[in-house]
Antibody
Framework: QVQVVESGGGVVQPGGSLRLSCAAS????????MHWVRQAPGKGLEWVSF????????SYGDSVKGRFTISRDDSKNTLSLHMNSLRAEDTALYYC????????????WGQGTLVTVSS | DIQMTQSPSTLSASVGDRVTITCRAS??????VAWYQQKPGKAPKLLIY???SLESGVPSRFSGSGSGTEFTLTISSLQPDDFATYYC??????????FGQGTKLEIK
């Protein structure tokens, strides 16, 4: 069955960096676009980033543009999110999610990895 | 950027009630809207895509409608398992996607 499992979260100081990973299984990873979505404690969902199935296009939410970089390694069925210049407002549960056919809606989600930015 | 304004933010209802949640887009997005259900401590679950297409395995009491800028999610007869938070999402363009603020559906 389709599974996506996030890892790499933790506590980081403001201005620091962190790399999140998402291990995918149960589907042909290289055929699908992938997303990162985050949720601050007690708040709603915020879309963070998207990468097309072939890596040819990447997009970012305004709040992370220029600081976060999405990438994929199809040989390892892994999605990554490199986060730089972290701020307190980046504190959130980060979800990895599979796109349905590069269309833009998310049909499978992981359970999330928690990032806390605090001194 | 396209904004999605979801209402109400909280909705109190009883088992068996019919409820409707609305999302308004800041510009026309055709039918590129999805709806998700999220329960506490869990990941969101896809319910509806392309405004009105029911995801496989989702009960038929859930339905979606709308196009352009106004969209609705309707639950025809609330069941105990339906009390959760619901989000709309627009996917009009690769350049950016947006979620609504969420609607918490509570037991009256």
């Amino acid at each position: 069955q389709v599974q996506v499992v996030e890892s790499g979260g933790g506590v980081v100081q403001p201005g620091g960096s962190l790399r999140l990973s998402c291990a995918a299984s149960g589907f042909t990873f290289s055929d699908y676009g992938m997303h990162w979505v985050r949720q601050a404690p007690g708040k709603g969902l915020e879309w963070v980033s998207f990468i097309r199935y072939d890596g040819s296009y990447k997009s970012y939410g305004d709040s992370v543009k220029g600081r976060f970089t999405i990438s994929r390694d199809d040989s390892k069925n892994t999605l990554s999110l490199h986060m730089n210049s972290l701020r307190a407002e980046d504190t959130a549960l980060y979800y990895c999610a599979k796109d349905r056919d590069d269309i833009g809606f998310l049909d499978y989600w992981g359970q999330g990895t928690l990032v806390t930015v605090s001194s | 950027d396209i904004q999605m304004t979801q209402s109400p933010s909280t909705l109190s209802a009883s088992v068996g009630d019919r409820v409707t949640i609305t999302c308004r887009a800041s510009q026309s997005i055709s039918s590129w809207v999805a709806w998700y259900q999220q329960k506490p401590g869990k990941a969101p679950k896809l319910l509806i895509y392309k405004a009105s297409s029911l995801e496989s395995g989702v009960p038929s009491r859930f339905s979606g409608s709308g196009s352009g800028t106004e969209f609705t999610l309707t639950i025809s007869s609330l069941q105990p398992d339906d009390f959760a938070t619901y989000y709309c999402q627009q996917y009009n363009s690769f350049s950016g996607y947006t979620f609504g603020q969420g609607t918490k559906l509570e037991i009256k």
